[in-house]
């Protein structure tokens, strides 16, 4: 339901993207033509933009905390961040 709200907000706002995890969600910003971006890809420009040092950490903590995040996905992330 919080996802639904957030795609209508994003379109009504014309919102450059939309930060949306969950997969379901993610299918349908995509079908309504909406850039979205997640957690990983938003730690990447932060770490991009000189933020945060690095993604790694932070990724660490977060599965740490349970935070479901694919070997895959992880991995991509290191790679892209240089580290």
Known sequence: ?????AI?????????????DE????R????RNLS????VGTLL??????????VKD???DLLAQGTRIS???YQYALTTAQE
Request: no cysteine; hydrophobic share 55%.
């Open 36 to 39: 979205v971006i997640g957690m």
């Open 8 to 20: 209508i907000l994003a379109e009504e706002l014309g919102a450059d993207h939309l930060l949306m």
């Open 71 to 73: 070997l895959r996905l």
């Open 58 to 60: 932070i990724l660490d």
């Open 1 to 5: 339901m919080g996802e639904a709200a």
């Open 23 to 26: 997969r379901a969600g993610r």
């Open 45 to 54: 420009l932060a770490k991009q933009q000189g933020l945060i040092p690095n």
């Open 28 to 31: 349908v910003v995509k079908l």
